[in-house]
């Protein structure tokens, strides 16, 4: 089975802060993506990579960046933290390909508080 | 632009019918399109594909049609049991490489 995970469940920030947000996959995708979930917004796509140090922005890119260096491991940045960045964020990989074929599986998300 | 439309008001049945779920777009003309399942403080999960040329796909349990026609997909659950609550996510999508996401409709299945 296809295995995403996040290096935090939960994890509360100060306005300011740099945050750094894991995402590791062990089945050999090319696409990994990031996105943030609020209530009545739904999921919104904020950065994704088809490939290692390859990125494409989102809907949502401002006040975020990302590294893909090795291509099981994809990470979200959040250079001054904000408290309208307070989320669920959540990772997920695909297989490759351009096709809307191609399934994501998620990781089971970080709920991210910044005070 | 392009707009993905779900019932944003829960949907309540009682456990043994079938629930039904709508998803309508508008603006573009997706060629596939993905039903996924979200528990609450979880990541969704895949459920089910259809591509634009399939008129039904079925799944146990789970039906999904796609009507390119009235840009609507209607997702079914016979059947359905209180572990079936959940929310629904549709996701109809052009080829590329990121899906688009509807906002989700709550299942709650009451014994």
């Known amino acids: 089975d296809v295995k995403v995970t996040q290096s935090s469940r939960y994890l509360v920030k100060r306005t300011g802060e740099k945050v750094f947000l894991e995402c590791v996959q062990d089945?050999?995708?090319?696409?990994m993506f990031w996105y943030r979930q609020d209530p009545g917004l739904g999921l919104r796509l904020i950065y994704f990579s088809y490939d290692v140090k390859m990125k494409e922005k989102g809907d949502i890119p401002e006040g975020y960046s990302v590294s893909r260096e090795k291509k099981e491991r994809f990470s979200l940045i959040l250079e001054s933290a904000s408290t309208n960045q307070t989320s669920m964020y959540l990772c997920?990989?695909?297989?490759?390909?351009?096709?809307?074929?191609?399934?994501?599986?998620f990781g089971p998300g970080t709920r991210l508080t910044v005070l | 632009s392009q707009k993905i439309e779900q019932n944003s008001e829960a949907l309540n049945i009682q456990e043994g019918k079938t629930a039904t779920l709508t998803c309508n777009y508008t603006?573009?003309?997706?060629?596939?399109l993905q039903w996924y399942r979200q528990d609450p403080g979880r990541g969704p999960v895949f459920l089910l594909l259809?591509?634009?040329?399939?008129k039904e796909k079925r799944k146990e349990r789970l039906k999904v049609t796609f009507d390119t026609t009235l840009k609507q997909s209607l997702f079914h659950i016979t059947a359905s049991q209180p572990a079936d609550s959940a929310t629904y996510l549709c996701a109809p999508t052009r080829s590329g490489y990121a899906l688009n996401f509807g906002k989700g409709t709550s299942l709650l299945v009451t014994p």
């Open positions: 603006n573009y003309s997706p060629a596939y």
């Open positions: 089945m050999d995708h090319e696409n």
């Open positions: 997920a990989s695909s297989s490759g390909g351009t096709g809307g074929t191609d399934t994501q599986y």
């Open positions: 259809i591509r634009e040329n399939e």
